[in-house]
Every structure is written in C-alpha cells, then in structure tokens.
C-alpha cells in the first residue's frame, strides 16, 4: 500500500541513482521508436505528448501523469452505447451524484474524466481507452483516483492488452466508499505495445455515476544507454546499465533480455513451476495453479510473475487459515565460504493475517535442531509479486523451507525460485527431519503474542491464563490479561524485545524497516543504545519508500498522543511520516523532512479518537547511497492515554479560549479535512486578542477531499436542565461552505445551529441553548462540522463558552435548525415548516434562506423569489420557515395566533430588526408588529399582500433594554396600515409582537423567514451604505452561476482577498476619536460606534478574523484620561474577488429585495475596480429580474485602480422586480476585487444629472490645460491638508491611528465569564 499520491511529489527520492532514470540528451527519434515509451528522448519531452499523461521533465522521481485539467492526454471514449466517458468537471454537472469536486485541485473548477448518468433500460459498459503506449518496467507501477457511488455501479475494471491477451489488473463490484479512491496496481514487464482501458459497468437499474482522475505513471521507462557504467555494474548487449543484484533475477531489466542471458545464468537453477515444481517438493496445502479459470476470488493472482501472463502458472498456498503449508528444497552441502542465495517472488494479498517464512533446516548433526527463521512477511502487500532474496552460509548441509499461511480470504503465492550456482544439492538426499508439531516458534524472532494459540481457544482468539481473548479485543487499549499480555504487542516498544511492539515490515523496495542495535549501525544512529527501528537496503523492486505497520488498533479515545524518538539525515531530499492507515483510507499525521542535522529527536503526535481497526505505520525514504551515512530511525514509540475511558481534567473543559490548547475538543478523523489548531499570522487572527490561537478549517490548506470535517468536545454531563452555549464564528470567502452544529445524545444527534456562505470578513457571536432532561446524568458530545460544500474562503471558531441557564434569543435565526425558541401559544397554530415537495396544501414553495424547496446545498429548483430560473443539482435538507394557515376552517376572521419569541440581549446601540414575510397569491391578510412592555405597542402593520417573492419588513429598536418579539394574526385594529416593507421606529422595551389579520380567504397562509438583529438604524428599501451588514441585499451563491457570492469587509480588516483600501462612506479604514464625556459624534449615529474607554471584546463593533479595529481604538483610548470615551468609524463596503472564478467560474449576483413596480425611479452606487492596467477587465453590470424576464440596464468593465467612482441609473418595471448587480471576469482570470458602497435607491425619483455612461466620451481637452488644472488642483488639496492638520492639533481632535500594536500575552481560561470574554489588564490598558 504507497505512500499518497499528493505525498510523494514532495516526498519521493530515486535511491543508488538509478541508472533507469538516467536521461541523456539525444536527437529525437521517430515516433515509431521513441514515442511513448516513458522516456523523454527529447529535450523537451514532446515525444511524449498526448501519450496518456503530460509529457515530464527528465528529473529523477518524476512520474508521467495526466489531470485532465488542460484535455484528455489522449484518453478516448470506446463505448457503444449512450453510457460513455467525457471530460467534465463538477462546476459543469448540473445534475447527478457525481464528484462535488476534482481531486487535483479539490475545487469544483477542476476537470476531470466522467461517465455522465444513463438512464437506458439495459446494461451497457462505458470503456476509456489509453492511447498505445510501449515497453513498460518491469517495475512498472500506474496510481489513479475513482469515484463512484456504491449502489450506482456494477463493476468497475482496469485492464491491459498486449498482444492477444487482455490482462485484468483490478477488478470490483464494490461496495465503495465516498469520496475519491485511490487505485495503485503494477503492470509488470511488458515487451511491445499495449494498451490500458478503464471501464465502468450499470446495470438496467443503476445510473452509473463514475469519475476518475489524476493517472500517474511511476518508474516505467527502461533504462537509457550509457557510454560507460559505474563500478559494479553491468553493461546490457543496448548498452544500458543495471544493478548487479539485477543479473538473473528473473527480470528483463536491461530491455533486451541480456541480463538474463543462459550464458550468464546457465548455472543457476530457476523454477518457474510451468511444467512442474522442478527440484523442490510440496507438502499438502501447496497448489500449483494459474490465473486463467482460477477461483473467483478477489484475491487471487490475476497474473503470473515469469510470463507476466494469466496463462501462466505459480505456487499458491491452499491451506487452511493457521495450518502452514510446506515447501522443501532440495537437501544442499554446507555453502563454505560462498553463499548460496535463493531469490523468490511472492503474492499476500486479501488478508492481514497471511503470512510467508523461510526457515534454514540444518541437518547432519547428532541432535535434531529446530528451524531457524530467516524471512518473514506478513500481512497486505497488495496486488503484486514482490521480490525477496536470502544469502545462506552454512558449516553444515541444510535444507530452505517455505512456509505459507493463508488469512480469512487471503492468498499466499510463490513464483520464480532462483538458486544460485553456489547452492550445491549432496550427492544423496537423506530423509528430512521433521519439523516440530504445532505452531512454530522459530528463532530468532518469535510470532507475537496474537498467534501463540493454545489448544483451549479458538483459531484466532489468544490465550492468557484460563482467558481466551477474541481477536476484537486484541490492542483495544484496554487490557483484558492480568498482566496485559493482550495489549503488549501492539505498537509501544522500545524495540529491545524481539517482537519489537508487533510492529511488522511492510517493504515491498529497496528499502526496508529493520531491528538494529546500536553496534550494528553507523552514523546519527550510533548514538542510540539498546535496539532500535532502522532504514536498511531491501532487495524488493517495486515502490522505493520502506514501510513497517503495527496490528489493528483501536478503538481509541480523543486523548491518545503516539510519542517517539526518531533521527534522520537525508540530504538533499528524504522524509520520515507517521500514516494512519483505516479502512483503505491513508491520512498523514505526522512527517520529518530531509534534514543535514542528523540526531535524535523527539516529538509526539495527537492521534484522537479513531474507529477500530486501523493501524500505525511509519514511511521512509533516504538515499543510503548518499553523502555522509544517510538513514533514518525510530525509538522509544509509545502510546499514552489511548483508551476511550481515559479522562483528564481538560476533558471538562468545554468553554475555552483556544489561547493554551484545545480543552476539551478534538478534531474528528472521518475524513482528511481537519479543524486545525493555529495561531494568529497573517490576515487570520484569532477573536480573543487578534494576537491568539484559535481553531481553522480551510478547505484548500492543505489539499484535502473530505466532505466534511468535525470538531467534537468530550463527552459532558449536563451541570443543569438548560445551558446555554455561546461561541464566535469566522465563516468567509467568496464560495465558502456550511458551518452546522449539533448535539449528540444516546445516539441521536440532534442539529441546533448552522450558517452557509459568506458571513463577512469579522468574528460573528452566536448561541445555542442545550435542553436536557431534569436530573439525567446522559452524557451529551457537542459537534461542530464544517462542510465541504464550497472551495474558496476560511471557517474559524474561538471563544467558546457555556453557562446554566437559556440563552438569549439569537440575532440571526433561519428557522433551519429549530424554531429559535418561539412560541406560539396553547393554539399552536404556527408550526415550522419544510416544503420539501413544493406542493404542500399551504405555504411558499420555498423558504427564504436557500430559495429553494430542498434547501442548503441544492441547486435552485426555482429563480429569484421564485422566478424561473436554475435546474436541479441533488436533495439536501430541505429549507424551513415558520407558517401559519389563515384560511377560514384553520383561523375565522377576527380571531388571532400569536408567534413570541424569547427575550433578546439587550442592544448595546440602536438596531434594526429585520424579518422576512410571504403571504398567499389570494388575500392572506396583514401581518402587525408590537412590542411588548407589560402592554402592547403597536408599531408597524404591514399588508401581507401574496406573490411568488418573500418581501422585506424592518423595525429600529432602541438600545439598552430587553425585549422580544411575537407574531400574531388576528382582526384588524384602528391603527394605520403601511403597505410595504416600511420601517419604524421603536422605544426600549422588552417584548416585540408581530400580528396579522385573516381575511377569511380559503387557502391562504402567512409565513416568517431569516430574522435578522444589527447595527445601526433600518434603512431604505434598496438602499444600503453597508456599514452594518448588507442590509436587505442578498448574496445567496447560486450554483448555476458557479456557486460564488459578493462578501462584505472594510480596510480596516486585513482579508487574503484583495479589496479596496478604504469604503465610500467614510473614505478611511477605521478612524477613533477621542471625546469627553457629553461630546456628540459629527457623524451618522449608525456609522459610528461609542466604546467606554474599558470594554469588552464582544462588543457589537468587534471587528474580523484580522486584530479589530475597536481593539486597536481601546489600546489607543487607554493613553487618555478616565472618563474619556471613543468613537469608532468603520468602513464597510460590498465586494467581490473576481479571481476566484477560474477558467470555468461565471458570476456572482448581489440582489435586493423585491421592490414595486415604477415607472421611474433612480438607482445611485458608488463601484470600486481594482485591476492591473491593460491586462485584465472586471465587469460590473445592474440587471432587473421581474416575472418578464431579465434585462441589463447598465455596465462596465473596467481595470481602474484605487479609486471610487459613482454611477446612477433609471430603471423603470412594469412588474415587482429585483435589482441585481452582477460581477463577472471580461477577460483572463486575475486577481481584482469588484466593490460596492453608499448604494441608494430613490423610488419615485428620477436621475437629475446622470452620470456619463462607462463608454461616453469625454470633450477634447487640450493637454496643456488638463497638466495645468490638475497641478493646480493638487496645491489646493496640500494648503487645505496642512490648514485642516494646523487646526485639529489645536482643537486636540481625532489623532491619526498608530500602526503599531501592543503585544497581548496568551492566557488560560479563567478569564471567561458567564456574558463573554474579559481582556488581561495589559491588554485593556497600559501598565
């Protein structure tokens, strides 16, 4: 099993300089000759072009691939019916379960080969045909990645023609597991041409989704030419060099057979077992067999090793499981001082628990001696004949013995024996010696513990004392043996012992793992005392990298570290890993690379909580042929705290700051996209102090596949019947995916909380309340999962915290998850709802939040506010809302139901709340907003008039008290009605009520969606200076546009994507002013935010992942008098990244709110369009979506360069329409942002002096005078920059903002509190 593909471009080191990766600049050839053969015969590699995979350079180690990402590589179609292959990429499917992404880039942007769904009514094979390739090594190796769906598929197979014969290298009816696969099979030596054919096989019921991707070729190219050949080496009839260990092997290594040639190999004896077993004999459990009409099991050779053929014939072991199957040579003379050297080919594969040793059987001396174990190999060493060699000297006559031992569904297999002419047969055989009954128990080195069985268990289980421990049991960390025999060997070693922890070699190259003392070695490693793991020279031919794995493992606990002692010296290249090996999946958890410093080191590496099985296993790679005794070493492996019952202190720890460890959490191990534990660099800070740790989930850092990724706490018990959980997020980027979390219990998961897409560039608060059971002592896990559904942006979480009691009511509630604690009374007549079919009795067809009837993730069913639109992609979770029926039999006229919320947090500055309403095409009736303070106070009635969009409603609340809202429908009262989504002002107080009135119309129903609590006072309909948010603007990332959204920042926030330096509104990153107590602000009270000179962190106006602006102000502020307040003036503006749309990306679109229809009205922006000058060109285009369709009313494409410029438009619709501004790429992909701010919409209003349009031009202008105006211009702007600045130092105003910071020591987390998290004294003020 290799190393990942992703790892060993990094990773991989050519050991001995090769000789058949030796490259020597030569005149290019004719195709005939030269022409994919995997040997650049040009300097530049075109012979190799459209082969099969991109042509590669001549460096050692570096595969011949194809990604699909540039074309096919010469792939093609063969199928004959409409099953069949395509280039495709998942961006491009608009419906099907195939691949959410490609595995080069882990994006959906990047392309891969496909077979698109059919729905034909029979079975069909779709076939993908290599073009035809030449001469393959013998240590030919071809890596590709598959995905599929199981259930979807029947069979999937890969296959080679050479000559007549089609050789089958895999083969599978699955099941498959999610995601992409990795596939690695040999070739073999392969003379000639041949071809290679993926095909992929549904049934009449299936659809037959596959993908494949990312085809690598490794070490198949043949040895080039050479003038002359290093010391040792011999010189091919082609005047290629090979290894001497390479001379009659059994292999073609020279490309012509010469090194295998009867002159030179005549004197040795080769058993190919085609006619026969030759000079060795068999003892019952040995089958000589071949590939054609062998058994149909997985497992079984598809091939022979001689003829590379499945004509051919090898030895296999049929015995069965625990019973070994002997095979004897014949008796030889003592070897004296040459050695007689027995090279063999042998096959495990389909079972751990195979096994192959060879034993030396002295004979001739007076006592009967025991079998001494030369070689062993067990376990997986997939599907290909590995080489091995044994070099014996013996002072007496001796026998080899091959001893093979099949696992449940295993195969053992032997082929090619090949005695060297050293190995002399005695005149006369005498009568072999029996071997000792039972379970062997060679020397030196002993079986483990697992397979020393006795007589009173069972095949399989182990015994201790009158304890028979079954196999399941084995290395679970928990001992089950009195003195812990059963958890001995199973990887903690300090490889003293001769079962060195269970640890076995899994090497199938030129270098494997070893036991070694310390004598024994040279170099870094002398330094060691006692035994130790080392890198030694193998004599297998395939992968180069040596590989040693323990037993199956597990299940282990969230606790568990693997600490150890290790040394390597490697230069220029090598490494050392740990890789977690599970269910076939290979994650890497810890790697070393190549270092001059040699030395031992130690480390330790958290493992977590991990399934059963899987297993540990250690990757090397060094060149031992290199300068200064390269190698590499591992020492003292231990295993702490592995069992799921271990608990320690921090286990409780569920609030946690991130700025120590982790506390409690852990990342989950289900796929390889990972939580990471990180420190602040960069533009990612955390939001404890912008200096901090906090916890990141990037889905491209590193290249990971999963779908999702999982961040857990240790099991709680409850510390009262409702907590409330409260945690800041960080969710941003232009196509970033899903951040959920939920609370399992019992084995239940229940889901209290998710956001989806971009939410800014800052640190958002949020909280869930954890309801349990009175007096239950039920232990609950919290989980926080990050999905995979988007590629371009960053997820965070820090500051986490949970207190007794329930939490406020939330800001943010999108009825996704749960209600958000509404009620609606003993009635009940609201309920939540999820149209999932979109033809339920009643309610929208979709909900508000996803805009579609099958919610997040799902391609739209429907257009904006449910205009025609998309297609479908997949089901996902369907969208909620909150819904009540109105008509007559549900709800008479005149009667009421009511929707209250819980109370709110208390706004710390005036607010607006914002909800989302739709009512029925017929008459629904009107929705009325209260407050509720011991009375009602109604502040805003609004006609829930029906249609195919949700429509917008807003109120401002004031700050400082408590409160919460109710819904309710009823009669209508005195007051006025407002048509509309029109706003209105509350006063403090603590309870906010929504009513309606029914109007007695059949069918008819009122629903809530997407109610929204922030900053700053309400605006108008359609109009946005986006200094709190977005307002009523929606980015919703729609998938038939690519799936991006416009996000929202300012300056004053360090972001990774490139954006304007300042917003509009304000022209300035984030200004602070000091002012005394009583001093009013200049500006609008909704830009500016007032902060005592000692606050908290989570104050409203906290700022981003970067060290906020607020934060920065209070280091500032500190330097003032007590008393003195501050004045905060962040900048906001829309803004999208055009350059993550790619090649194959498209838009994104940031859409209003439903507005009425006018004959004319104004729309007035302000755009900003960062692009370099001549190359590249944004374009910014406003469209209006009605139910007639679609119409672009203005746009430009431009590549200006800091700067804001203000563009105003008339629109005018017959119809309810949407404003939509579309940002696209007019050209090559680039880095460029596309920004909006200060958008106004004037209804009713006319442009009174529109701006020229993007491509009217301008009057001549001469240019003497243009170079007058413009200097003149400039001094203006000087004299009023120095009087403005004489006249602030006099007034002592607004200094400018310092670009330095204070530094903020880490800290534990005692600093929570119950409301939020409190600054050290050296952060909040100066010493």
């Known amino acids: 099993m290799p190393l990942p593909s992703h790892l060993l471009p990094a990773l991989v080191l050519l050991l001995a300089r090769s000789p058949g990766w030796a490259w020597v600049p030569s005149h290019c050839r004719s195709p005939g000759q030269a022409a994919c053969n995997f040997v650049c015969d040009c300097r530049d590699c075109s012979d190799e072009a459209q082969c099969g995979y991109r042509g590669a350079s001549p460096a050692l180690g570096t595969p011949f691939a194809c990604d699909f990402e540039q074309d096919s590589c010469g792939w093609r179609d063969i199928s004959t019916s409409g099953y069949s292959w395509l280039r495709d990429r998942a961006g491009a499917a608009l419906e099907g379960p195939g691949p959410h992404s490609d595995h080069t880039l882990g994006t959906d942007l990047g392309w891969y080969m496909a077979v698109g769904t059919h729905r034909g009514k029979e079975a069909s094979t779709a076939a993908l045909r290599s073009p035809t390739l030449r001469e393959a090594a013998p240590s030919c190796k071809l890596r590709l990645w598959y995905h599929a769906a199981s259930g979807d598929v029947a069979e999937l197979r890969l296959e080679v023609t050479h000559g007549s014969e089609t050789l089958i290298l895999w083969q599978s009816t699955g099941p498959w597991d999610p995601g992409w696969q990795e596939l690695a099979v040999t070739t073999g030596r392969i003379r000639g041409d041949f071809r290679v054919t993926f095909s992929a096989t549904r049934n009449a019921t299936h659809r037959g989704a596959v993908a494949l991707d990312d085809l690598a070729f490794w070490d198949c190219g043949l040895p080039t030419p050479q003038a002359s050949c290093p010391l040792g080496h011999h010189h091919c009839q082609n005047k290629v060099c090979v290894e001497p260990q390479q001379l009659c092997d059994g292999e073609d290594?020279?490309?012509?057979?010469?090194?295998?040639?009867?002159?030179?190999?005549?004197?040795?004896?080769?058993?190919?077992?085609?006619?026969?077993?030759?000079?060795?004999?068999?003892?019952?459990?040995?089958?000589?067999?071949?590939?054609?009409?062998?058994?149909?099991?997985?497992?079984?050779?598809?091939?022979?090793?001689?003829r590379n053929s499945a004509q051919g014939s090898f030895l296999v072991s049929v015995a069965e499981p625990g019973t070994p199957a002997i095979l004897s040579s014949p008796e030889f003379q003592a070897s004296g001082a040459s050695n007689c050297s027995l090279i063999f080919y042998h096959y495990l594969h389909g079972s751990e628990a195979g096994c192959l040793q060879l034993f030396l059987q002295t004979l001739g001396s007076s006592a009967p001696q025991a079998p001494v174990l030369l070689r062993r190999r067990r376990g997986e060493l997939g599907t290909a004949w590995v080489r091995d060699r044994v070099d014996i000297q013996s002072a007496h006559p001796f026998q080899i013995l091959l001893a093979g031992q099949t696992g449940p569904g295993g195969v053992v297999g032997l082929d090619d024996l090949i005695l060297s002419d050293h190995c002399r047969p005695v005149p006369e055989v005498s009568t072999l010696q029996p071997l000792p009954p039972g379970p062997w128990a060679p020397v030196p080195q002993p079986l483990p513990p697992s397979s020393r069985l006795q007589d009173s268990c069972k095949q399989g289980h182990f015994a201790c004392g009158d304890l028979c421990v079954p196999p399941e049991q084995l290395c679970d960390f928990e001992e089950q043996c009195a003195g812990g025999e059963d958890e001995q060997a199973c990887g903690t070693t300090d490889f003293e012992s001769l079962e060195a922890g269970g640890w076995?070699?899994?090497?199938?190259?030129?270098?494997?793992?070893?036991?070694?003392?310390?004598?024994?070695?040279?170099?870094?490693?002398?330094?060691?005392?006692?035994?130790?793991?080392?890198?030694?020279?193998?004599?297998?031919?395939?992968?180069?990298?040596?590989?040693?794995?323990?037993?199956?493992?597990?299940?282990?606990?969230?606790?568990?570290?693997?600490?150890?002692?290790?040394?390597?010296?490697?230069?220029?290249?090598?490494?050392?890993?740990?890789?977690?090996?599970?269910?076939?999946?290979?994650?890497?958890?810890?790697?070393?690379?190549?270092?001059?410093?040699?030395?031992?080191?130690?480390?330790?590496?958290?493992?977590?909580?991990?399934?059963?099985?899987?297993?540990?296993?250690?990757?090397?790679?060094?060149?031992?042929?290199?300068?200064?005794?390269?190698?590499?070493?591992?020492?003292?492996?231990?295993?702490?705290?592995?069992?799921?019952?271990?608990?320690?202190?921090?286990?409780?720890?569920?609030?946690?700051?991130?700025?120590r460890d982790t506390c409690s959490w852990y990342p989950g191990h289900l796929s390889d996209t990972h939580w990471r534990w990180v420190e602040s660099r960069g533009p990612d800070h955390d939001h404890t102090t912008g200096q901090g740790h906090f916890v990141l989930l990037d889905p491209t850092d590193p290249l990971a596949w999963g779908h999702s990724a999982h961040l857990l706490s240790r099991p709680q018990v409850p510390a009262a019947p409702t907590e409330c959980l409260s945690f800041w997020y960080y969710l941003h980027g232009p196509q970033i995916g899903t951040l959920r979390l939920a609370m399992r219990r019992e084995g239940e998961e229940t889901h209290l909380w998710s956001r989806s897409g971009t939410q800014g560039n800052r640190w958002h608060e949020a909280w869930a309340t954890l309801s349990h059971q009175p007096g239950s002592r039920a232990q609950y896990q919290l989980l926080f999962e990050g999905l995979r559904d988007g590629y371009h942006g960053t997820m965070?979480?820090?500051?986490?915290?949970?207190?007794?009691?329930?939490?406020?009511?939330?800001?943010?509630?999108?009825?996704?998850?749960?209600?958000?604690?509404?009620?609606?009374?003993?009635?009940g007549l609201w309920r939540r709802q999820a149209n999932a079919s979109?033809?339920?009795?009643?309610?929208?067809?979709?909900?508000?939040?996803?805009?579609?009837?099958?919610?997040?993730?799902?391609?739209?069913?429907?257009?904006?506010?449910?205009?025609?639109?998309?297609?479908?992609?997949?089901?996902?979770?369907?969208?909620?809302?909150?819904?009540?029926?109105?008509?007559?039999?549900?709800?008479?006229?005149?009667?009421?139901?009511?929707?209250?919320s819980k109370e709110y947090r208390p706004p710390a500055q005036p607010a607006c709340l914002t909800f989302w309403y739709h009512g029925s095409l017929h008459n629904p009736g009107t929705l009325r907003v209260h407050l509720e303070k011991g009375r009602k106070h109604q502040v805003?009635?609004?006609?829930?008039?029906?249609?195919?969009?949700?429509?917008?409603?807003?109120?401002?609340?004031?700050?400082?008290?408590?409160?919460?809202?109710?819904?309710?429908?009823?009669?209508?009262?005195?007051?006025?009605?407002?048509?509309?989504?029109?706003?209105?002002?509350?006063?403090?107080?603590?309870?906010?009520?929504?009513?309606?009135?029914?109007?007695?119309?059949?069918?008819?129903y009122v629903a809530l969606d997407d109610l929204l609590l922030q900053d700053g006072p309400c605006p108008r309909p359609g109009s946005c200076d986006f200094e709190s948010g977005l307002c009523g603007w929606s980015h919703l990332a729609w998938p038939s546009l690519g799936g991006y959204s416009w996000d929202w920042g300012g300056g004053a926030t360090p972001s990774r994507y490139p954006q304007p330096p300042v917003d509009h509104t304000l022209g300035t990153k984030a200004g602070t002013c000091p002012l005394e107590p009583g001093g009013e602000a200049t500006q609008r009270p909704h830009t500016a935010t007032w902060l005592p000179a000692a606050h908290r962190v989570h104050a409203p106006s906290r700022g981003?992942?970067?060290?906020?602006?607020?934060?920065?102000?209070?280091?500032?502020?500190?330097?003032?008098?007590?008393?003195?307040?501050?004045?905060?003036?962040?900048?906001?503006?829309?803004?999208?990244?055009?350059?993550?749309?790619?090649?194959?990306?498209?838009?994104?679109?940031?859409?209003?709110?439903?507005?009425?229809?006018?004959?004319?009205?104004?729309?007035?922006?302000?755009?900003?369009m960062g692009f370099p000058e001549h190359f590249y060109k944004g374009e910014l285009r406003v469209l209006l979506r009605s139910t007639q369709g679609q119409l672009a009313v203005w746009g430009t494409g431009g590549h200006r360069r800091h700067q804001w410029l203000e563009a105003q438009v008339e629109v005018a619709s017959t119809k309810e329409f949407q404003v939509v501004f579309e940002a696209t790429l007019g050209g090559q992909p680039a880095l460029g942002p596309i920004a909006l701010d200060d958008v106004e919409y004037l209804a009713g209003q006319r442009c009174q002096q529109p701006a020229p349009s993007p491509g009217d031009t301008a009057a001549p202008v001469s240019v003497p005078t243009a170079v007058g105006s413009a200097l003149l211009l400039l001094m203006l702007l000087v004299l009023l920059g120095l009087g403005g600045r004489r006249w602030l130092q006099k007034r002592g105003s607004c200094p400018f903002q310092s670009n330095t910071e204070a530094t903020a020591p880490g800290f534990d987390n005692i600093l929570f509190n119950a409301d939020g998290v409190t600054l050290p004294a050296s952060v909040t003020s100066d010493p």
């Not at 010469?258 to 190919?272: N, Y």
């Not at 986490?800 to 609606?824: I, L, N, Q, T």
């Not at 993730?857 to 449910?866: D, H, N, R, S, V």
């Not at 502020?1117 to 990244?1137: K, R």
């Open 940 to 1004: 805003l009635s609004l006609s829930a008039h029906g249609g195919l969009a949700w429509r917008l409603g807003s109120v401002d609340v004031q700050a400082e008290q408590a409160w919460r809202v109710s819904a309710r429908w009823g009669a209508p009262p005195p007051p006025r009605e407002l048509p509309g989504p029109t706003a209105a002002a509350l006063p403090c107080t603590h309870q906010v009520v929504f009513e309606a009135v029914a109007a007695g119309v059949a069918h008819s």
């Open 504 to 659: 076995e070699d899994a090497s199938v190259g030129r270098l494997q793992w070893r036991r070694l003392s310390a004598q024994e070695s040279q170099g870094s490693s002398a330094a060691a005392a006692g035994h130790f793991l080392s890198l030694q020279r193998a004599w297998g031919q395939l992968s180069t990298e040596a590989r040693v794995l323990t037993p199956l493992l597990g299940p282990s606990g969230p606790s568990c570290e693997l600490h150890l002692a290790y040394y390597l010296q490697s230069q220029p290249r090598g490494f050392l890993a740990l890789v977690v090996v599970d269910n076939g999946s290979r994650e890497l958890a810890w790697q070393a690379l190549s270092s001059s410093a040699g030395g031992w080191k130690v480390d330790k590496v958290l493992l977590g909580a991990r399934r059963r099985p899987f297993q540990l296993e250690f990757v090397g790679l060094v060149d031992l042929d290199g300068p200064d005794q390269q190698g590499a070493g591992v020492d003292n492996v231990t295993l702490r705290d592995c069992s799921p019952t271990v608990t320690t202190k921090r286990d409780r720890e569920v609030s946690c700051n991130f700025e």
């Open 1104 to 1168: 981003g992942p970067a060290h906020p602006a607020s934060a920065r102000a209070l280091r500032a502020g500190s330097a003032h008098q007590p008393g003195i307040n501050l004045l905060l003036f962040p900048g906001h503006f829309a803004f999208f990244e055009t350059g993550v749309l790619g090649p194959g990306g498209r838009a994104a679109w940031l859409r209003s709110e439903p507005l009425p229809a006018t004959p004319a009205s104004c729309l007035r922006f302000w755009y900003h």
């Open 253 to 306: 290594n020279c490309g012509d057979l010469s090194d295998e040639d009867p002159l030179t190999c005549g004197r040795h004896t080769a058993t190919d077992f085609e006619t026969g077993l030759g000079p060795w004999n068999r003892s019952e459990g040995w089958s000589r067999n071949h590939s054609a009409g062998g058994p149909e099991r997985p497992s079984w050779p598809r091939r022979d090793h001689s």
């Open 796 to 827: 965070a979480l820090d500051d986490v915290a949970v207190r007794p009691g329930p939490c406020w009511a939330p800001h943010h509630c999108s009825f996704e998850d749960s209600d958000c604690g509404f009620s609606s009374g003993g009635r």
């Open 838 to 900: 979109g033809h339920t009795a009643w309610g929208p067809p979709t909900d508000h939040t996803t805009e579609t009837a099958q919610g997040m993730g799902a391609w739209q069913g429907q257009g904006l506010g449910g205009w025609p639109g998309a297609g479908r992609l997949m089901l996902a979770p369907p969208g909620h809302y909150m819904v009540v029926d109105t008509s007559p039999d549900a709800l008479p006229r005149g009667q009421t139901a009511s929707l209250t």
